[in-house]
T-cell receptor, first 113, second 115 residues
Framework: GESVGLHLPTLSVQEGDNSIINCAYS??????FIWYKQESGKGPQFIID???NMDKRQGQRVTVLLNKTVKHLSLQIAATQPGDSAVYFC????????????WGAGTKLIIKP | DTGVSQDPRHKITKRGQNVTFRCDPI?????LYWYRQTLGQGPEFLTY????????KSRLLSDRFSAERPKGSFSTLEIQRTEQGDSAMYLC?????????????FGPGTRLLVL
C-alpha cells in the first residue's frame, strides 16, 4: 500500500453531515474491494465490500461507489456520528495476487461537534 | 468483536529478548494472516497460512521471525532477538476463501514495545 508516514490525510466533518472518503486503487485486475475502519488501538474492522461487477453497494448508513474507468473507490457515510471517528482504509484484491489485500493510504475522519 | 482473538494485547520487552504472540481465528476459517502495522500506515503483510501450510512470506519477514499454525487452527508468531525496530502493532486476520471472494476479519492486535 501507499505510505503516508505519520501525516495521514484528514477529513473533518460536522456531526450529522455526510462524509465522503476517497481512494484510488492501482491494479486494473482487482476484482474485489473492501473498506475497513480502524479505531485507535484496535484492529481494522470490516465495513462494506464490493465486487468489480457492481458500481454501487449500500449498507447501513454507508455506501460504496466503484468507478473502474478511473480506478476510484469511495465510501459515503450518511449522518456522521462521533463514533465514526477513525482511520478508514480501502483495500483491493485480485486473483493475480492470490487475493492478498493491497492497502490504500488511510484517511483519518474527525467529527466536529 | 470479530471473533478473532489475539494474546497478549500488549507486550513490553527488552532488546534481545524473544517474544511469542498467539492468534485464534474464527473457527471455520481456513486462511490466517499476520500483519505488522506502524503508526499512520496501513497493515504490512508478513505471512499467511492456508490451513496448516504456510504459503507465502513477505520479504519483510527476517529470519528472526517465525510463524506456525500446527493444527490449522490457532497460530503463533515468534520474534527472536527483538530489536527496537520491531516495535509495532502485530495484527492477525482470518478468512474463509469462498469462490473468488475472501473477506479478512482482523483481531484486536498485539502491541509490541521493544526497549
Amino acid at each position: 500500500g501507499e505510505s503516508v508516514g505519520l501525516h495521514l490525510p484528514t477529513l473533518s466533518v460536522q456531526e450529522g453531515d455526510n462524509s465522503i472518503i476517497n481512494c484510488a486503487y492501482s491494479n486494473s485486475a482487482s476484482d474485489y474491494f473492501i473498506w475497513y475502519k480502524q479505531e485507535s488501538g484496535k484492529g481494522p474492522q470490516f465495513i462494506i465490500d464490493i465486487r468489480s461487477n457492481m458500481d454501487k453497494r449500500q449498507g447501513q448508513r454507508v455506501t460504496v461507489l466503484l468507478n473502474k474507468t478511473v480506478k476510484h473507490l469511495s465510501l459515503q457515510i450518511a449522518a456522521t456520528q462521533p463514533g465514526d471517528s477513525a482511520v478508514y482504509f480501502c483495500a483491493e484484491t485480485a486473483m493475480d495476487s492470490n487475493y492478498q489485500l493491497i492497502w490504500g493510504a488511510g484517511t483519518k475522519l474527525i467529527i466536529k461537534p | 468483536d470479530t471473533g478473532v482473538s489475539q494474546d497478549p494485547r500488549h507486550k513490553i520487552t527488552k532488546r534481545g529478548q524473544n517474544v511469542t504472540f498467539r492468534c485464534d481465528p474464527i473457527s471455520e476459517h481456513n486462511r490466517l494472516y499476520w500483519y505488522r502495522q506502524t503508526l499512520g500506515q496501513g497493515p504490512e503483510f508478513l505471512t499467511y497460512f492456508q490451513n496448516e501450510a504456510q504459503l507465502e512470506k513477505s520479504r519483510l519477514l527476517s529470519d528472526r521471525f517465525s510463524a506456525e499454525r500446527p493444527k490449522g487452527s490457532f497460530s503463533t508468531l515468534e520474534i527472536q532477538r527483538t530489536e527496537q525496530g520491531d516495535s509495532a502493532m502485530y495484527l492477525c486476520a482470518s478468512s474463509l476463501v469462498w469462490g473468488t471472494q475472501e473477506t479478512q476479519y482482523f483481531g484486536p492486535g498485539t502491541r509490541l514495545l521493544v526497549l
